[in-house]
């Protein structure tokens, strides 16, 4: 076998496949020399382009692996038309950066865009912008309440990035090749622990993240790998007796700095172990690949004099808008993850660049509880009026009638053109927008039908010409109810007020989503429809004047709704062919019901049994009159009520609740026992073996349940872990149920109907 030649490519096993490594570095970059960290301060001080207070300075001497190259591009950084320094001018601001490397293990993770419309156990810091002597410098506050709060932010920030996506395979054979963007941090909190500076990756978390999991191993799942990565980046150095105190920051910086002399001894010790002549270990390539990478350090920023936004809040905005562009482009982030970072960057000029006369008192507050800062509770408080529910629904109610004001409307959709780029926005375009702000209290709860209810936000939502009229003021209720008799008698607010209540509580839960030409139906059907008609035309119609049936629908789907849960017939249970007493959730009581004018209670019954809302009903409700015309049988009707369902990726997942079964013995056994004594006759290896099955699938159920309940608290990370993971599950299940129902002859006519 010829002897390995260095810089030849190297094949290596990674998890379930082979990568080609095609370039590795078989020595280690040592730590830089104090006197040129001390070099680099000095220099960025005097930089007249860069704009950094002196502890930023030393987290980004800490930082760089060659502070000597990065001290000769700021003393260069004296006139901007010959400067070094790297400069991209943005909407408002020009932002000034330096070219590095830094060492992967001083790189905190900022707030994740990607997940920025996922409800998480952990929540994002406050974040402020810094000035001084009214300039805008280039470094945030982030404000936690604890220590541990930031930690755990991390380690969430990293589990959840890796659960979307990774480039290991790619980072294993070619290091990181793209600069990430980052820029100086102070962490603040409010527990009164001193404050620690550092730098923050703001662009290509990603990257970030997938550099931590090559250095965790091809094993390691995201849990374990942010599990790492938060480990190294609070290693704190323990302080002797005789040593003289030191700053947090200081002691976290040495910390992570024997972390890195740890690494480097142990791939020293690979390389010396693979001998000359030798590749290097998979263990020595990870250490290489992952050790640093390359970086645009933001280290200055210059507003322009158009900006309306205060100098605090320029970098950030700068920021953000360098992110949208990129990621519109480049492995964008999905269409919810996009509308909330414009949304919120939209508001937050608003509320800073608008005049006294366009924008309400008290815009700050809502901007808090519409980016989730202020929970649905906080509503009351935030409109100063306690008579206001405390619910989710309200607050969606609230939000919908304060950002749909013509003067903030107009506003608020021209700040949203200018961050997207875009010359027009239309009414369904700004609804996406605020799709993902109104469903922030149910996210986790309904999120199996978030991508229907999204839709339906982009197709209209419940934005019609008279909700966005001037002129009106939601009618303030317990019982939505209560708003018919006014409705009836010609009340606008008490129409528009049903409107959006239960418009967003029909496309929350499910029951009214993007039409398209396949649902079109004349048999009522779970997913159909009789007619074709955008989703804020049929809430249109169901709040048209007259419209008892509407007035009825939209009322009861308000009063019923719930933030925690979704009804017995969101669909999705009933679009996998279910019996109603296997829906699962809204068993106990919580389903939307078709209204019968006739009834005393208004609820259509058939045997006595009240009928169960589908999407079809609510579409007759807003029309009845174009309904009966096309419902009326004709010779040409040859539609059998057959055609595409609305699937949903999910509920595949929902086919396992077939697979439960009560049992008192709730004792796990490997089914593999069961057949392992060939002595017992097969009729007792057989009922053996269909205990043990009952047993597992007993405890399955208990475990499938567990995991559900703490689903309801958050969005991320998958209850049931990566893809594959989902996928070997999933395939394991679908055996199970496929293997049972292939049985089913075996019982026909012996079936017991349960009450």
């Keep these: 076998m010829p002897a390995y030649e260095t810089g030849a490519p190297i094949t290596v096993d990674w998890g379930n496949q082979q990568i080609e490594v095609s370039t590795v570095d078989h020595q280690l970059p040592d730590a830089s020399a104090v006197e040129d960290r001390n070099k680099l301060v000095k220099a960025g001080l005097n930089a007249k382009l860069a704009s950094l207070p002196e502890d930023a300075?030393?987290?980004?001497?800490?930082?760089?692996?060659?502070p000597e190259t990065v001290a000769l591009q700021l003393r260069e950084a004296h006139d901007a038309h010959a400067s070094l320094l790297l400069e991209e001018h943005v909407d408002g601001a020009t932002l000034r950066s330096v070219h590095s490397r830094v060492w992967l293990s001083e790189l905190f993770p900022?707030?994740?865009?990607r997940t920025g419309q996922e409800l998480l156990a952990v929540d994002d810091p406050?974040?402020?912008?810094?000035?001084?002597?009214g300039n805008s410098q280039a470094i945030l506050r982030y404000r936690y309440e604890s220590l541990n709060h930031l930690k755990r932010h991390v380690r969430q920030t990293i589990a959840a990035t890796l659960y979307r996506n990774s480039y290991e395979e790619s980072i294993l054979s070619r290091r990181v090749t793209r600069a990430l963007i980052v820029h100086p941090i102070i962490y603040d909190f409010d527990d009164a622990t001193e404050s620690i500076f550092g730098l923050v990756a703001r662009d290509g978390i990603t990257r970030l993240a997938s550099a931590w999991k090559v250095l965790s191993g091809p094993d390691s799942d995201p849990e374990e790998t942010a599990s790492l990565a938060a480990n190294t980046l609070f290693a704190q150095y323990q302080i002797s007796d005789s040593e003289p105190a030191k700053p947090l920051t200081q002691r976290m910086a040495l910390g992570r700095q024997n972390r890195r002399k740890q690494l480097r001894e142990e791939f020293d010790k690979e390389i010396a172990n693979a001998g000359e002549g030798n590749p290097p270990s998979l263990r020595a390539i990870q250490i290489a690949q992952s050790y640093q990478v390359p970086t645009h350090v933001t280290v200055g920023v210059r507003a322009h004099e158009r900006t309306a936004l205060p100098a605090e809040d320029v970098f950030d905005d700068a920021l953000r808008s360098i992110l949208a562009s990129v990621h519109v482009e480049f492995k964008p982030w999905d269409t919810a993850a996009q509308n909330v970072e414009v949304a919120a960057r939209a508001l937050k000029r608003v509320l800073h660049g608008s005049t006294g006369s366009t924008v309400e008192n008290g815009?700050?507050?809502?901007?808090?509880?519409?980016v989730g800062l202020r929970r649905a509770s906080d509503t009351p408080d935030v409109y100063g009026n306690q008579s206001i529910p405390g619910n989710g629904l309200w607050r969606a109610v609230q939000l919908l009638h304060t950002l749909t004001r013509p003067a903030i409307f107009e506003e608020l959709r021209s700040r949203a053109k200018e961050i997207k780029g875009d010359r027009r926005m239309s009414d369904k375009g700004y609804a996406g927008l605020l799709g993902p702000i109104v469903d922030h209290p149910w996210r986790s709860s309904k999120k199996s039908a978030a991508p229907q209810a999204r839709n339906a936000w982009s197709n209209g939502g419940v934005l019609f010409k008279e909700v966005l009229a001037d002129g009106w003021a939601p009618m303030v209720t317990t019982d939505f109810t209560t708003l018919i008799k006014p409705a009836l008698e010609g009340s606008r607010e008490a129409r528009l007020t049903l409107a959006l209540a239960g418009g967003t509580a029909l496309i929350a839960d499910?029951?009214?989503?993007?039409?398209?030409?396949?649902?079109?139906?004349?048999?009522?059907?779970?997913g159909k429809v009789p007619f074709r008609g955008d989703v804020h035309k049929i809430i249109e119609g169901l709040a048209r004047e007259g419209n008892e049936l509407g007035f009825w629908t939209l009322a009861l789907a308000a009063q019923r709704f719930e933030d925690g849960r979704l009804p017995r017939n969101s669909g999705t249970r009933q679009q996998l062919g279910l019996p109603n007493d296997q829906a699962g959730e809204g068993n106990d009581g919580y389903q939307h019901l078709v209204v019968d004018l006739d009834a005393p209670d208004h609820i259509l019954r058939e045997d006595g049994k009240p009928v169960l809302l589908l999407e079809w009903d609510v579409a007759v409700a807003s029309d009845p009159e174009r309904a009966r015309q096309v419902l009326e049988p004709t010779d040409a009707d040859g539609d059998d009520g057959r055609g595409e369902e609305d699937t949903d990726a999910n509920d595949a997942s929902d086919a396992s609740k077939l697979l439960?079964?009560?049992?008192?013995?709730?004792?796990?056994?490997?089914?593999?026992?069961?057949?392992?004594?060939?002595?017992?006759?097969v009729e007792q290896q057989i009922q053996e073996g269909r205990r043990v099955l009952a047993?597992?699938?007993?405890?399955?159920?208990?475990?499938?349940?567990?995991?559900?309940?703490?689903?309801?608290?958050?969005?991320y990370p998958p209850l049931f872990g990566p893809a594959k993971a989902w996928n070997d599950l999933r395939d394991a299940v679908l055996h199970v149920l496929s293997t049972i129902q292939n049985h089913e002859g075996d019982y026909s006519g012996?079936?017991?109907e349960e009450d």
């Design 363 to 370: 815009l700050h507050a809502v901007y808090e509880l519409a």
């Design 660 to 681: 439960t079964t009560r049992n008192d013995d709730g004792q796990h056994e490997d089914p593999s026992d069961a057949a392992a004594d060939t002595e017992m006759p």
């Design 695 to 715: 047993n597992c699938l007993t405890l399955a159920k208990a475990s499938v349940d567990e995991l559900e309940k703490l689903g309801q608290a958050v969005t």
């Design 57 to 66: 300075w030393h987290a980004v001497a800490r930082a760089t692996v060659t």
């Design 110 to 113: 900022a707030i994740q865009p």
């Design 126 to 133: 406050q974040v402020l912008g810094m000035a001084a002597d």
């Design 510 to 526: 499910k029951l009214l989503t993007r039409n398209v030409g396949s649902s079109v139906s004349r048999t009522r059907a779970p």
């Design 750 to 752: 012996e079936r017991v």
